[in-house]
């Protein structure tokens, strides 16, 4: 059973302080992404779903525009903003202190999107896709996602060759040079994702929330975003729709591989998964929850 290391991330100045895993829910302000019932095209269905999160014990919303699943439609960076930007006016006003993390690859919507009120700039490219985005993270000093990821969302599946190494070194590799990267620009706090489905075959997913414990190493909060994925219903040949006993049995497991943050669609169960892990690590821990 791993322990549990509590991690501080400075919000536009003022330091959060998490002593137990963080709950961070999915809010898709889109109306294309692959699970159908957490997608939330208007303010109506934004609303409902946030008010819903906060209910269910969310620590941190993460709002996004853009479909990264493999086929989706393109969307401009200015539809993505206004997308952004009804999500965050929403959120604000029905919980104006919760962190509220951005789901871009693009540095110039990051911006906007900071500047609007959001608070963390969760990128899946790892800067990738955007060469601006380290130095605009950087200069908003605001804590910043680094997902590890290979291509585009397009091309991404047909890049899971790495080689004699495996996929846990190589990731690793990939994700310690831009954390090192973002240190020298000056970012203080920098969360590492894996990377789960992107640019990875089934096999090689499972190989990385097995190894989850070696990313320990980077010294940063580590994400686990699973929730639903096709790492468990290609397994369990089932639907995104029959994916939460799944979903909420691996995140288990990565919480006890070292998972700081569990990214997910279904708040209520992961909170309640949350409270068992830290009731079995530290009895007293859980009823302060």
Request: glycine letters at 6%; hydrophobic letters at 40%.
């Amino acid at each position: 059973m791993g322990q549990f290391k509590p991690f501080t991330l400075n919000l536009k100045g003022r330091l959060t302080t998490f002593d137990r895993p963080a709950v961070m829910g999915i809010v898709n302000v889109t109306p294309d992404s692959f699970y159908e019932q957490s997608r939330t095209p208007d303010s109506i269905s934004i609303t409902d779903r946030i008010e819903t999160m906060i209910a269910d014990g969310a620590d941190i919303l993460d709002i996004g525009a853009y479909s990264s699943r493999p086929g989706a439609s393109d969307v401009s960076p200015q539809e993505e903003l206004d997308r952004l930007c009804l999500g965050i006016e929403t959120a604000r006003k029905i919980a104006p202190a919760i962190p509220i993390s951005i789901d871009t690859f693009r540095a110039s919507v990051a911006r906007a999107a900071i500047e609007m009120g959001a608070d963390i700039v969760n990128d899946i490219s790892g800067g990738d896709l955007d060469a601006d985005m380290f130095d605009t993270v950087a200069s908003l000093h605001v804590p910043y996602v680094v997902m590890h990821m290979r291509g585009t969302p397009a091309t991404m599946q047909s890049l899971t060759n790495y080689g004699d190494r495996g996929v846990t070194a190589s990731v690793l590799d990939t994700l310690g040079e831009k954390v090192n990267q973002l240190a020298l620009k000056g970012v203080c706090d920098i969360i590492v994702d894996p990377g789960y489905g992107f640019a990875k075959t089934l096999e090689q997913n499972y190989e990385l929330i097995r190894d989850l414990n070696v990313f320990k190493s980077l010294n940063c909060p580590i994400l686990v975003g699973i929730s639903r994925k096709s790492m468990l219903t290609r397994l369990l040949d089932i639907n995104a729709t029959e994916a939460l006993p799944a979903t909420t049995a691996l995140n288990s497991f990565a919480l006890d591989r070292g998972a700081s943050i569990l990214r997910v669609h279904d708040v209520k169960e992961t909170v309640q998964a949350v409270s068992i892990y830290s009731q079995i690590i530290s009895p007293t821990a859980s009823h302060n929850i």
